[in-house]
C-alpha cells in the first residue's frame, strides 16, 4: 500500500505552512461555511482539520487506511468531528453530492496514466452541486522534468532515518521517488528497513483543460502560487479551480 510505512513520517516531515497555503486558496475561491467539502485524498487529515476548525463542514476520504487512522486519531485530539471514508477519487460510487471537492498534494499526479485522471474528473462531477467548485492541484512538467531527477532528502533521529531521492521515470513528465526507511528495533538491537517507491506523473497544462472539458467542467481557471500568479510556464504547480455551472 502506497504511503503504507511513510504514513508515520508523514506529518514530521511535511512542511505545515503548506496547509495554511491550501486553506488560504479554498477560502480565496469562494466557498462559504455553508458549503459541504469532500477532501479527497486527505491523508492525515491536516488540511481537513483546518477547514473544520475555521467552520467548513468537511467529509475525508483516502485509499490509505493508515492515513485515515492518523486522521481519526488528530481529530479527536483536535476535538471535532471529521467523517472518514475509505475510498478511491476514481470510483466514488454512491457517495451523496457535495458543494466543494478538493484534492490537494499533487495526489491527482498519483494516478497512473490520463484514462484515470478523465476517470477522476467524471467522478468529481458525478458528486458535485451544480456551480460547486473542484479544487486541486497538481505538479507541472517543469516540475517532474527539471526540479525532481536526482533530488535527494535525509532525515535522521535517534530511532529512525529516511532516505529519499527522486529520478526521472519512464513515461513522459514522470517522476520516481525511491522511499528508504531505517525504523530502530531493540528487540534484534538493529534497524528494520522498509521501503516504498512512489511514481508520480503530470501533464501539459493542455491536457489538463481538455479532460476537465470532456468530464463536464465549463469553467476552469488555472493559477500559480496557491491562487496568486497566473500558470507561469516555470512555476512548480498548478492550482485548479474548476465549475459545473447550469
Sequence with gaps: MIYGQFADFYDELFDPAMYDSWLGFVRSRGVTKAD??????????????????????????????????IAASKAQTAGVELPLIQGDMTALGDLEMYNTITCFDDSLCYLPNENEMAEAFREAVAHLTANGHYLFDVITPHQTDDVYPGYMYNFHDDHRAFM??????DAEHQVEHDLNFFIWNESIKGYDHHAELHVERTYPLATYQRLLTQAGFNQVQVFADFGKAGPEADTTRWFFDCRREG
Aim: glycine share 12%; aromatic share 8%; charged share 15%.
Design 36 to 69: 459541504s467539502v469532500l477532501d479527497l485524498a486527505c491523508g492525515t487529515g491536516r488540511l481537513a482539520i483546518k477547514m473544520i476548525q475555521s467552520g467548513y463542514q468537511v467529509t475525508g476520504l483516502d485509499l490509505a487506511p493508515e492515513m485515515l487512522s
Design 164 to 169: 529519499w531521492t527522486s529520478y526521472e521515470g
